[in-house]
């Protein structure tokens, strides 16, 4: 049984910083394409970042228009963890932001993934 567990998630001012950590457990993240949604109320979860594994040294990152700019994808393999680092928060910015591990695709699709993690709030103060 893999499990993810979202963290990092608070309240920012505009302009602010913050790094989410998605911690597996069960499997080495590795063994799947890992990706980062956000949510909020009255809406679908949005694609904002994935990650995968290429060879044994390799990763590749996608992401989002949206997040592009802004957002980074990373993973520790001693860990077991994957972040999303994020810049220059707006309030736009704020959602409840998902972990996911998945083996479908495309990966910027909910429906590729077949694990979620509970999710960790963002909220960004104006």
């Known amino acids: 049984q893999v499990r993810l567990l979202e963290s990092g998630g608070e309240i920012v001012q505009t302009g602010g910083s913050l790094r989410l950590s998605c911690a597996v457990s069960?499997?080495?993240?590795?063994?799947?394409?890992m990706g980062w949604f956000r949510q909020v109320p009255g809406k679908e979860r949005e694609f904002l970042a994935s990650l995968r594994r290429i060879g044994v040294d390799r990763e590749y990152a996608d992401y989002a228009d949206s997040a592009k700019a802004r957002f980074t994808i990373s993973g520790d393999n001693t860990q077991n963890t994957v972040y999303l680092q994020m810049i220059d928060l707006k309030p736009e910015d704020t959602a409840v932001y998902f972990c996911a591990a998945g083996s479908k695709y495309p990966a910027t699709v909910a429906q590729a993934y077949d694990y979620w993690g509970q999710g960790t709030q963002v909220t960004v103060s104006s």
């Open positions: 069960g499997r080495a993240f590795s063994s799947y394409y």
